[in-house]
């Protein structure tokens, strides 16, 4: 949680964002939501999650976006869909 509460204050996230940090150094949230990155390069040593942006409403989750497109499974390239506006 250390890394994502830094990186929310390098990028001046405020507390009173729509936005929440989550860590899942166990990547069982990431599992459950089926969005565990393939091909991820082996130099790294773990397996990384796609890029996307969750809605949840009363813990459910009602809306979920994933930027993700065949032969960018980071959704490196057109990052759009899991952007807040």
């Known amino acids: 949680m250390a890394v994502m509460q830094a990186w929310f204050d390098d990028m001046m996230i405020k507390p009173s964002s729509i936005l929440t940090p989550l860590a899942d150094p166990t990547r069982s949230f990431t599992k459950a939501l089926d ?26 989750c009602t809306n979920l976006f994933v930027s993700a ?17």
Do not use: C, H, I, N
């Open 35 to 60: 969005l565990e990155m393939e091909g991820t390069p082996p130099q790294l040593g773990y397996v990384r999650s796609k890029r996307f942006a969750a809605v949840f409403d009363d813990g459910k």
């Open 69 to 85: 497109a065949p032969g960018d499974p980071a959704g490196d390239d057109d990052p759009s869909a899991s952007l807040v506006e």
